[in-house]
C-alpha cells in the first residue's frame, strides 16, 4: 500500500486547496516536509488518519453529532465566512489486490445545510465511483489491510514513540501489527469468535447459571492478571526509586568528603594516626640528635681514619719498645745479666763486649718499622685513653649510612605525613555542615528503609495475587467441565473449543517462525544504530509478544550457583533468556532447568559445580534501564524488523523523527533507517530535528520536499516545493 498524494482544503490552517505529491520511486523512497511548530504538521498528520477512517480516527463508531463537531474544529475559519463552505480532504492510494496494484481515490465532504454540518464519502476505484454496498465492502477490505490501531503503530508522534510501547499493552500492538502485515489476522478473529462463543457469547437464551458464572470468573482472571502486572510495574519502578536513593546517599557522601567532612569515627582515627606519627617523628629525632652530638665529627673525619689508626699503632710500639730500652738499661736487668753472664765463665774481656751485643739484639728485634731518633709522638694516649679512641674507630668502622638514611627518610615521612593530617582536620567541615550532612543523609536512608518496608508489602501483595490467580484458575477448570455438561450442543461447544485450540496453534506456529526473523533484523539495525559496542547481543519475543533484551555475560560456576541459591531456577531462566537457557542445557547435557540442581555437588556447606570452565551465557537489559533516546531507537528498529519481516509495502509516516534521540544516533538513523525502514517514508520535521547535515546525508534518498510555512498576517499556512534549505 502506497499513499500517492492529499489534497486539503479548508482544512485547519490550510486556506483553500493545498496539495502534496507522495509518490516515490525504487531509489528515493523519502518524502520530506519541513515546518516550524504550528505551521500545520500534526494536522497534515491528522487529515491523513480523518480522510481513511472517518469517525474511528477520534474513536467514534459511527458519522455522530460529536464526531462532526470534532471535524468543525479543524475546518478553517475562513471557510465559514465563504457563502457556502467548502471544505475536505482526498487522498490517492495504491493498494495491492492479489497480482494487481489497484489505485482508489478516498474524499471526505464537509458542506453545511441548515445550519448543520454533513460529511460525504467519496470513493473512487481505478477512476469509478464505488456505489454503498462496495464502499462498504472496500472500508471493511481497507480495515484489513490497515486497521486504525495499525495506523497509530506506523504513523505516529517521535515523542510518544518511547511512551507508547512503554505501556503494559505494547505487546498487543505488536501482535496485531505481526497479524496483520504477515495476514494471519484471520486465524486470530476465528481464535476470537471461538473463544467467545466457547465463553457464553453465542446467545443469551443459552447461557445458563454456570455459563454466567464462568463468564464472571474469566473477567476476574483477567483483572487478576492485570492487577498482577500492573503491581509488578510498580515493583519494578519501586526498586528503581530505591537504587535513585541509594545513588544520592553516595553521592551526598562523596560531596561530603570532597568538601572535607569527617565523621566522628574518621577524626578519631586520624588523631590517633597522628599521635603515632609524632612518636615515630620523635623516636627519629633522637637517634638523630645522638649521632650528631656523638659520632657525627669522627664519622666526617672517617677519610683520615687509616692514618690515625696507623700513627696509633706506631706509637704503641714506640712506647713498647722505649719500655724495653729502658728496662734493660737499669741498673736491676743490667745487674741481672751481668750476674748470669759470670755465672757462664766468660772473661772479662769479652763479657762486656757480649752484654752489649745482646741488649743491642735485644732492642733492635723489638724495634718499630720507623726512624725512632727522629720519631714524633702526635698523640701520646694513655691506656685509657687508646681503648676510648679504639672504641669510636670501631663505631666508625661499623656505621651502616643506608640505616642512618632510611631513619631520616622514615622521620621526613612522617612529617609530611603529620602535616597533612593536620591539615586535613584543620580544613575539615565546618559542625553545622557536618549536622547539615548527617540530616540529609538520615532522611535519605529512612527513605531507604520506608521504600523498602513498601516493597516487602508489595511483594507479599503479589504472591497473595498469585494464589488468588491459581485458586480462581481452578475454579474455572471446574465451571468449564459443568459447562460443558451443561451445553446443550456439546459437540458444536467441543468443536468451537477445537477450532480455537487450533487457530490458535496455528498462529502460534506461523508467528514462531517470524519471531527469529524479527530478532535477528532487529539486532541487525540496533547495532548499525546504537554506538555502544556489545550494548544489546540478542533480542527475543516470547509466545505473548513481550520483547526482552540481553547483552552477552560470562558466568563463573559461583555466579551461576549463587544465582540459583538466591532467586531460584526460574528467575535465572528469565534474566538470561531462552538462547541462555538453551546453552546452559546443553553445557550440562540435561533437558530442563530445573534439573541443574543435579549438576552440583556439595563441599561442606557451599554448592559447587563439577566442571569449572565458565560459561558464555546472557544478561537480561530492563527497558526503563534505557535512556529516552535508547528506547526510540530500539522502538524504531522494531518497527524496521516488522516491515521487512512482513514483506508488505506499509508506508511509513513520523513527526518529530529524532525526539530525544542524541547526535551521534541521529546520524546513523539518517544513513541506515530512513532510507530502508519502508518503500515509502514521509517525514515531518523542523529546521532543529533535520537539520542542513542531515537534510544533506539524507539529500540522496528524498524524492520530495515541502516546506510548511506560517503566514501570521494572513491566518494562513503556505506551502512551498522545498526544505528549510538548499540540497
Known sequence: MKINGIKICNISSFVGVQEFDFTVTDKKSVVLIGGLNGTGKTSLFTAIKLALYGPLCFNYQYNSNIYLSKVKELINHDAFASSEVNAYIEVNLDIPNEREIISYVIKRVWNYDAQKLNEELIVLKAGNILAEDDMIFFQNYLFTILPPNLFDFFFFDGEQ???????NNYNTHIKNALLTLCSFDTFELIRKFCDNYVNGGYGTEEVDEVATKYQKITDEIGNVIKNIATLEEEIINKNANITKIQYKKEELENQFKNSGGLREKEISELNKQLKDLERI??????????FVESSMPFIIAKNIVPSITKQLKLEDEMQKYQALVNKLNSQ????????TISALSISDINREDFISKLTIAITSSAMPNVDVDNFVYLHDLSKEQQSKVAAVLETIKKFNSNKF?????AKDKASSESMLISKKLRDSMADIDAHEYSLKFSSLTKDEFESKKILESMLQNLEMKKENLVRLQNEKAQLFEQLKSKTKDKNVYELTQRTSMLMNKMVQELTVSKFKEIEI??????????RKENFIDLVELDSNFNIYLYKEQTYAHKDLTNLIKNIGHDELAKRIGNTGVQKLLEFFSIDSIAKLKNSLKRTGDQIALFEETPIELYKKIEFNQLSK???????LSLYWAIIKVSGN??????DTPYARIDTEHREQISKEFFPTVSKQVIILS?????????????????VKEYLLEYDEANSKTTVSNKYFFKG
Open 281 to 290: 617523628k620523635n623516636e627519629c629525632n633522637l637517634r638523630i640528635k645522638s
Open 629 to 635: 533516546g535508547e528506547k526510540q531507537v530500539f522502538v
Open 405 to 409: 638514611i632510611k631513619n631520616i627518610i
Open 161 to 167: 514513540i518511547a511512551d507508547f510501547f512503554a505501556a
Open 649 to 654: 509495502d506499509i508506508p511509513f509516516i513520523i
Open 686 to 702: 523542523t529546521d532543529e530535528e533535520i537539520t542542513e547535515h542531515y537534510y544533506s546525508v539524507m539529500k540522496p534518498f528524498i
Open 332 to 339: 736491676e736487668v743490667f745487674g741481672a745479666i751481668h750476674s
Open 521 to 530: 533484523n532487529m539486532l541487525s539495525i540496533l547495532k548499525k544504530i546504537m
